[in-house]
């Protein structure tokens, strides 16, 4: 499709591609009407209301009537989740999607399409689209390049069905477990967040799918675990553990979007932060992508924050303070903001910035080349017109992408504890227990399409096959004798039937009893958005359960899917294993059998700990030694078991560590290394972590802070030295200033199995004067492994 932009009072300029961006943009933007600049900087959501209510809060009280008929002749600026709203054939939603934005370009004076946004954050909110484990799992990965191919599959199955823009990854850091949203996060520590998330977005960037860094910032840190709740931190933290991940992904992914996040830092919400969206973001950081609103985000600035009084008050704070498009819908960028620049209150100048940015965007994607098509690639317009030829045309879960969901699983399952009953190679008789042994639906995490939107439509088929953890169990010992019987539900209050669950359980040689979280958005289940938990228990009454057959004597494997960590009362002591996954998606199931039976070596890492008791929060491993357990609090706050633990079924031996320099100016380096060797009968993965520890410093400091891992693969017997190159930079803090410095000093790098497993510690100091570092630092201790070799001193 050519676009007809031919109205004599146009200047087509624009479409000169012999023109710098810079040109074709201004070109437009000078021949923009007020509506027409303004059509530009929101998004429309044209969704059918689903037969279960809004697909979000809000939705019908701040959305009103959408007439597209008398807005299309301005222009649209976004489209919102057009495949993420109802089932809909992935090929018939393209079909209609192309016919679309063929209406809304050919609608306005210059032929401007829409950029079409979707979520993407556990796999493309879509139905029929794979979904994976969700980013908490990546996370248990510690493997950012498998991070990246899954990215890189996501991106390519939203670009060929017409979407631009993503709005994913998550970069909030887990500071309380009980918050609801933990599983869509990376986990509690800030560069196991960056990395994992820098290398998310390069996949779906190397895509052509516009990234979404979210929620920018603080997010994660609301009171008591509450979401969309105030936020209480000191700028030291703020700096030090919540921006870290942001910069990274900023500076090192080529993102090309941020969502600012609902929450206030201090009493100013972050939608109305100059500070944050204009000189942290963009004059600090150098970012000159589109800040896109959460959404209903600046109407929150009048109903839920209290700091605008109208509508076109909260369009304008926004603007002001470097937001670009309100998302999903409009509703105070319409005309209350038009009236505001006609009644003299906001200059007309903060339209034309936010225009440029959108407009630049809009260019990059090829929205604006005269040659531009809707038409997913070896589309013709007939297609667009005969729905039954195109229906089934789009896989948007192909072979190869459940491949890569299900090598995700496997590496995200992680074995905490194990009295060597596991692997269980050849059993006769299991009893499975538990809710969450024959739910598909609860392997899934809350942004996932059958839970996100499909539990609104209960006759729609589930558009893609999920295997339940019973299914997989059956599969996998096929001679076995398998009996089930769930015993409790999720959260509910019956324990009628733990009784029975005892009996199969005594009947059994082995149990495997499968609980956790129910996903669900806003109250509707146990983890996801607005499903906080009041505390660590389990939900409902599992541990009842669990306790019940933990006392049949038959060996139990505590399996837990679920979007948080909980804690599990003393079963570490009584269960025979304790096996962890976190929503691990529609191959999950099977990657639990096969850790189960041995067929998989299981070697996730916990991304975030295993608490001790069923309080104390908010505690991450990231705390100074007054976080601690001491003689002056009876609430010891210590992880059962800590950020980074993870077992195996084979023997990896650590030796030789080395240094290659015991004093370092804070201008240098230093490399550091390991032999690592594996001793067992079989091939595994060993996760090294590097750790800080920053014995005396001018402010108070984390007792541990990870700095740098590596994920190695040995066969048996195979050795590997694995090497790190530690900048002096990597030790920057917030001094008492809070200008980040690096500070001479002596510091202790450790290697550990495990923030609390410390394998080797090797001293270094810090020479020359204290320095003043900014972005452009050293963020990350860079990694390699290499054949073993002697020892280097």
Same mark, same amino acid.
Request: aromatic share 6%; with cysteine; proline share 6%.
């Given at each position: ?97 192309? %016919? ?463 979007? %948080? ?184 790098? %450790? ?43």
């Amino acid at each position: 499709m050519t676009i007809d932009a031919n109205p004599t009072d146009v200047d087509n300029a624009w479409l000169d591609q012999t023109l710098t961006a810079e040109e074709r943009v201004q070109s437009l933007v000078a021949q923009m009407s007020m509506h027409e600049k303004v059509a530009q900087l929101y998004g429309l959501w044209l969704a059918p209301p689903t037969e279960g209510g809004d697909v979000a809060p809000h939705m019908s009280d701040l959305s009103g009537n959408v007439d597209i008929e008398s807005l299309v002749p301005h222009g649209v600026g976004q489209l919102t989740r057009h495949f993420g709203s109802a089932p809909v054939d992935p090929a018939e939603g393209a079909a209609s999607l192309a %016919r679309l934005q063929q209406r809304i370009a050919a609608g306005n004076r210059f032929g401007i399409p829409a950029v079409a946004h979707e979520e993407c954050l556990a796999g493309f909110t879509a139905w029929g689209a794979t979904a994976y484990p969700v980013p908490l799992s990546w996370g248990a990965t510690f493997n950012p390049e498998l991070v990246e191919e899954m990215s890189s599959r996501i991106g390519a199955g939203m670009k060929s069905v017409g979407v631009h823009q993503g709005l994913a990854p998550v970069l909030d850091v887990v500071r309380d477990v009980r918050w609801g949203r933990v599983e869509e996060t990376i986990g509690e520590d800030p560069l196991l967040v960056g990395t994992i998330a820098t290398a998310y977005v390069r996949g779906l960037e190397s895509s052509g799918i516009v990234a979404t860094l979210k929620h920018f910032i603080g997010y994660s840190a609301s009171r008591a675990g509450r979401n969309l709740a105030p936020v209480s931190m000191g700028p030291r933290e703020f700096n030090d553990i919540m921006v870290p991940p942001f910069e990274m992904a900023v500076r090192d992914s080529g993102v090309r979007s941020v969502m600012h996040s609902y929450t206030d830092l201090d009493g100013v919400p972050t939608a109305a932060d100059e500070t944050l969206l204009t000189g942290l973001l963009r004059e600090k950081w150098g970012f000159d992508g589109t800040v896109v609103a959460d959404y209903f985000g600046v109407s929150f600035l009048k109903t839920l924050h209290q700091v605008a009084g109208t509508w076109g008050d909260a369009a304008a704070q926004a603007l002001r303070a470097g937001l670009d498009v309100e998302l999903p819908t409009m509703k105070a960028f319409g005309d209350p903001l038009i009236a505001e620049i006609e009644d003299g209150r906001l200059d007309e100048a903060y339209v034309d910035r936010a225009l440029r940015r959108v407009l630049h965007q809009k260019l990059e994607l090829g929205l604006l080349d005269p040659d531009w098509s809707p038409l997913p690639g070896g589309w013709s317009e007939e297609d667009l017109d005969d729905v039954e030829s195109v229906r089934g045309r789009v896989d948007l879960d192909p072979a190869a992408d459940r491949g890569i969901a299900r090598r995700l699983a496997e590496q995200a399952v992680v074995l905490v504890s194990n009295d060597g009953t596991l692997p269980a190679v050849a059993t006769r008789r299991i009893a499975v227990v538990g809710p969450n042994a024959d739910d598909a639906l609860n392997l899934l995490g809350c942004y996932s399409f059958p839970g996100h939107v499909g539990t609104s439509y209960p006759g729609t088929p589930l558009g893609i096959g999920i295997p339940t953890v019973l299914q997989a169990i059956r599969a996998e010992y096929p001679d076995a004798d398998v009996e089930f019987t769930p015993g409790v539900s999720v959260d509910g209050t019956e324990t009628g039937g733990i009784p029975e669950a005892v009996a199969a359980a005594s009947r059994a040689d082995l149990v495997i009893a499968v609980l956790g979280d129910r996903p669900g958005l806003f109250g509707r289940g146990t983890s996801g958005e607005g499903c906080d938990a009041e505390s660590l228990e389990l939900p409902g009454r599992q541990w009842e359960l669990l306790d019940a057959v933990l006392e049949s004597g038959t060996p139990v494997v505590t399996t837990l899917v679920a979007g %948080r960590t909980y804690w599990l009362h003393d079963a570490p002591e009584r269960a025979a294993a304790i096996v962890q996954s976190f929503f691990p998606g529609e191959e999950g199931a099977g990657a639990l059998a096969g850790i189960i039976s041995g067929r998989i070596n299981p070697s996730g890492r916990l991304p975030v700990g295993i608490p001790a008791q069923i309080g104390g929060q908010p505690g991450t491993y990231l705390s100074p030694p007054l976080a601690g357990a001491s003689q002056v609090s009876n609430i010891d706050p210590t992880a059962r078991f800590a950020f980074g633990h993870g077992l195996g079924y084979t023997e990896f031996e650590w030796s030789e560590a080395w240094i290659s320099r015991t004093e370092v100016d804070t201008h240098e380096a230093a490399r550091v290394g390991i032999k690592v060797t594996n001793h067992g009968a079989r091939h595994g993965a060993d996760v090294v972590q590097l750790y800080l520890h920053d014995p005396v410093a001018s402010v108070v400091r984390p007792v541990n802070r990870l700095i740098g891992y590596q994920r190695v693969e040995l066969e048996a017997g195979e050795s590997a030295q694995v090497e790190f190159e530690v900048h002096a930079e990597l030790t920057a803090f917030s001094g008492k200033s809070y200008e980040r410095i690096v500070e001479p000093g002596t510091i202790e790098l %450790r290697l550990g199995r495990s923030s609390a497993d410390i394998v080797h510690s090797l001293e270094c100091t810090l020479t020359g004067e204290t320095r003043v570092v900014d972005h452009t630092r050293a963020l990350q201790a860079r990694s390699h492994v290499r054949a073993a070799a002697p020892a280097q001193s």
